[in-house]
C-alpha cells in the first residue's frame, strides 16, 4: 500500500512537472505520455520507489522478486500491464528470470545476475543481498566487487590497489571482518 501511495504521489509530481500525459518538457516532444516514452538508451531505466526498477523500452516494473504486475501497472498503465500479464502468464511470479538494467540477466531461484553471460558481483548484491552476492566468485576462488578490488573470502580480506581496505572488506563481508582487518593493520604498526 505504501508503495502504491508513493507511486501514486510520484505520479502527481510527474504530472504537475509536465512529464505525464498532457504535459511536455523540453526533452520529450509535444504529446509524449509516460505510457508512450520514446527515450534515448541513456533514459531507458526509472526507479520510480526504492527497490523497484522500470524499464521504458519494455513497459515493465521489477522489483527484486522480478516482474511486478501492479507497480507496472501504477507506473505504465492497464495495457502494458495486460502485455506484461499475456507475455509470462496469468501467475507472473512464474518468470524466475528477470532483467534489472540492460546486459544483466537475474535469476530469481539461483539468487544470482549474470552480465555479459558471467556471474556478476555487483548486480546480485543490489538485487539479493551480501550473502548470494558472497557465491559470486572468479575461477581463482577471489570476489571482485570492483575494478580495483579483490577479496579472498577465506580470508575475509579486501585489497583495493594491492593494499587491505578496512572499508571494502566492509562492504563485502560486513562489520566483524573490518574489525578483524582494522586490528591486523594495527598490529603491523
Known amino acids: 500500500m505504501a508503495a502504491r501511495r508513493v507511486l ?47 524499464d521504458r523500452f519494455e513497459r515493465v516494473c521489477y522489483d527484486r522478486n522480478g516482474p511486478e504486475l501492479s507497480l507496472t501497472r501504477d507506473f505504465f498503465g492497464r495495457t502494458a500491464a495486460r502485455d506484461l500479464e499475456e507475455r509470462i502468464g496469468g501467475n507472473w511470479r512464474t518468470d524466475t528470470r528477470y532483467s534489472p538494467e540492460e546486459g544483466v540477466r537475474c535469476d530469481i531461484e539461483d539468487r544470482l545476475c549474470t552480465k555479459r ?35 579472498d573470502p577465506a580470508r575475509e580480506v579486501c585489497e583495493r590497489n594491492g593494499t587491505p581496505s578496512v572499508d ?19 598490529e603491523r604498526d
Open 117 to 151: 553471460g558471467e556471474p556478476d558481483y555487483r548486480n546480485t548484491r543490489e538485487q539479493f543481498g551480501r550473502k548470494p552476492a558472497l557465491a559470486v566468485t572468479e575461477p581463482d576462488g577471489t570476489i571482485r566487487p570492483g575494478r580495483r578490488t579483490v577479496c
Open 168 to 186: 571494502r572488506t566492509r562492504f563485502v563481508f560486513g562489520d566483524r571482518a573490518a574489525r578483524n582487518l582494522k586490528s591486523q593493520l594495527k
Open 8 to 54: 501514486w504521489a510520484g505520479g502527481l509530481a510527474l504530472l504537475a512537472t509536465g512529464c505525464m500525459e498532457g504535459g511536455t518538457t523540453a526533452d520529450w516532444p509535444v504529446g509524449t505520455t509516460a505510457v508512450g516514452w520514446t527515450a534515448s538508451e541513456g533514459d531507458r531505466w526509472v526507479s520510480p520507489a526504492p527497490g523497484v526498477r522500470c
